[in-house]
């Protein structure tokens, strides 16, 4: 449905501010838009003074400029009117062509559900619950104790349940970054090798919008290591050996990839990317000899990655949903195509639970849908999701698995069973 961007499998790993560019010289083929304004379905508009005034902050606006924005616009927000009356002081003309990726009929499956949404949160707040802010608190206090033990007792086992707690870190961090640049709790990611700010293009403005197609960066980064798409399996032989060390090593790839994009002035040195290296030097400190801390803080940040990609992956990549080269024809309604890209499992594990079992993503589609509400709000509206699904007889789309029923799936997708 959607064309590779040039850069594809011409880099080793992937740069998200390559992707960006590339993005943008597409979108200004596509609709017209230039550098320096932003597209929203069929206009054109400037923005550069509304950035400051932002509710959600500088960043999403500024990594989009000179893009088709529809997407985000939809996603990110829910009272349409009067976001609408807000965007309407900043029109410029209407676009010379219009080829956006999916589009929005005021009858179609999103468009609607996203009205029972945004009449849903009008009186109420879509923000994070007290209990959500509770458990952010007992997720990083049990990432310091552990964390504090494992340099007390220089201990493998005390570094392994750090990375355990370090993945509910990040999990809990993937629902404020979606919420802003303004969301301090953000920075909770950023205690692993995984840059908040990276994930913000990534995760938040590549793959949310664009899942499981040609420029999902979830998808592309990891080639041609892992591949992910059907008209790009089987993958070679030896994946099943190496794949879960990839995993494990994905944070610490990453990290080496924005200490290269700094060297090469492709990035600018942000302060979090020295909270690694602090909990390296507090274990060096601690063990007083560089390499046994080094081993320790590698069982934390490993342990960390591994289980967040091998978890998070198979809700996408998986003999159920579409990919590229797949059966599945995807739709041209977002709410839709998230519904042929995206999984759910185990919705009998409610919040806060599932954020310490599944970083959250056992109600995936709805986050997908409306990754500004808050993780602890979605099951508020799962309900609409469901009286929707039967609405436009889409039940067939929208079936509750397990999730080892996820992992069999995943399994037999990757490797060709």
Request: proline letters at 3%.
């Amino acid at each position: 449905m959607i064309k590779s961007l040039p850069s594809r499998n011409k880099m080793l790993i992937e740069s998200p501010f390559v992707w960006l560019k590339e993005k943008a010289e597409r979108d200004r083929q596509n609709t017209g838009v230039s550098s320096k304004l932003w597209y929203v379905k069929g206009k054109i508009y400037d923005l550069s003074e509304f950035v400051k005034l932002h509710p959600g902050g500088d960043y999403f606006i500024t990594l989009t400029q000179g893009q088709d924005i529809t997407e985000m616009y939809y996603s990110h927000h829910l009272n349409m009117d009067k976001c609408d009356t807000i965007l309407q002081k900043y029109y410029v003309k209407d676009a010379d062509k219009i080829e956006q990726y999916f589009d929005y009929d005021e009858k179609g499956f999103y468009p609607t559900l996203h009205r029972k949404v945004s009449d849903y949160f009008k009186t109420r707040d879509k923000g994070p619950t007290s209990i959500m802010k509770l458990v952010v608190f007992i997720a990083l206090f049990s990432f310091l104790m552990t964390f504090l033990l494992t340099c007390v007792y220089q201990s493998y086992l005390w570094a392994f349940l750090c990375g355990y707690t370090l993945y509910v870190c990040f999990g809990l961090a993937h629902n404020f970054f979606h919420q802003g640049s303004y969301e301090p709790r953000r920075y909770l990611a950023d205690l692993s090798f995984f840059s908040h700010f990276h994930w913000a293009i990534t995760h938040c403005i590549s793959h949310h919008h664009f899942t499981n197609s040609n420029i999902d960066l979830e998808i592309t980064l990891f080639e041609p290591y892992y591949k992910t798409q059907k008209s790009r399996l089987p993958n070679n032989k030896f994946l099943p050996y190496y794949i879960d060390v990839f995993f494990a090593l994905a944070s610490t790839l990453q990290f080496i990839s924005t200490i290269q994009l700094i060297l090469k002035c492709e990035e600018r040195l942000r302060k979090e990317y020295f909270i690694p290296i602090i909990e390296f030097l507090i274990l060096y400190y601690f063990c007083a000899d560089a390499f046994d801390g080094f081993k320790l803080f590698m069982v934390i940040q490993t342990t960390s990655s591994y289980l967040t990609l091998k978890y998070s992956l198979i809700t996408h990549h998986n003999n159920l949903c579409y990919t590229d080269g797949c059966s599945i024809i995807p739709s041209r309604d977002f709410g839709i195509y998230t519904l042929q890209t995206s999984q759910d499992h185990d919705l009998q594990v409610k919040f806060p639970f599932n954020m310490f079992l599944f970083q959250g993503f056992n109600q995936h589609i709805l986050h997908h849908l409306f990754p500004t509400v808050d993780e602890s709000r979605i099951p508020e509206i799962q309900h609409l999701l469901i009286q929707t699904i039967q609405e436009f007889k889409l039940q067939h789309l929208y079936k509750i698995r397990t999730v080892t029923e996820l992992y069999k799936a995943h399994n037999d997708f990757v490797f060709g069973k």
